[in-house]
Nanobody, 124 residues
Framework: QVQLVESGGGLVQAGGSLRLSCAAS????????MAWFRQAPGKEREFVGG????????HYADFVKGRFTMSRDNAKNTAYLQMNSLKPEDTAVYYC?????????????????WGQGTQVTVSS
C-alpha cells in the first residue's frame, strides 16, 4: 500500500521560507514522478510543481516560478518543495502526489496516490 506523508508546513511571515517534505513508501519511489498541489479555502486544488522520476526534469505553475523549487532524494524516498519569498496568497493546504508514470503532468489524473496534506499559512 502506497503512503505519502507530508511534513514541514506551518506559519511564516510574508517573505519567509518553508521546506516541505514528502516521504513515500509502498512502491518503487524512483520509478514515479512526484508533484505538489495546493488548495486554498474556497478554491479548487491547483498544480504547483512536478519532478520527473530521475529528478532531471521539473516544471512549475507560473505563479511560483522563481520562488519554489522541487527536488527529490531517491535514496531516501523523499520529495521536497523549497518555498522562498512566500506571499499571503500562497496560504493553502499543500498536497504531495505520486505519478502514474515517469514524468510529471499538471493534472490530477496524472497522479494515483496523494498525501493527507500539510497546512501552509503566510501572514502579511
Amino acid at each position: 500500500q502506497v503512503q505519502l506523508v507530508e511534513s514541514g508546513g506551518g506559519l511564516v511571515q510574508a517573505g519567509g521560507s518553508l521546506r516541505l517534505s514528502c516521504a513515500a513508501s509502498g512502491r518503487t519511489f524512483n520509478l514515479h514522478a512526484m508533484a505538489w498541489f495546493r488548495q486554498a479555502p474556497g478554491k479548487e486544488r491547483e498544480f504547483v510543481g512536478g519532478i520527473s522520476w530521475t529528478g532531471d526534469s521539473t516544471h512549475y505553475a507560473d505563479f511560483v516560478k522563481g520562488r519554489f523549487t522541487m527536488s527529490r532524494d531517491n535514496a531516501k524516498n523523499t520529495a521536497y518543495l523549497q518555498m522562498n519569498s512566500l506571499k499571503p496568497e500562497d496560504t493553502a493546504v499543500y498536497y504531495c502526489a505520486q505519478g502514474r508514470g515517469y514524468y510529471a503532468g499538471s493534472y490530477d489524473s496524472h497522479y494515483d496516490y496523494w498525501g493527507q496534506g500539510t497546512q501552509v499559512t503566510v501572514s502579511s
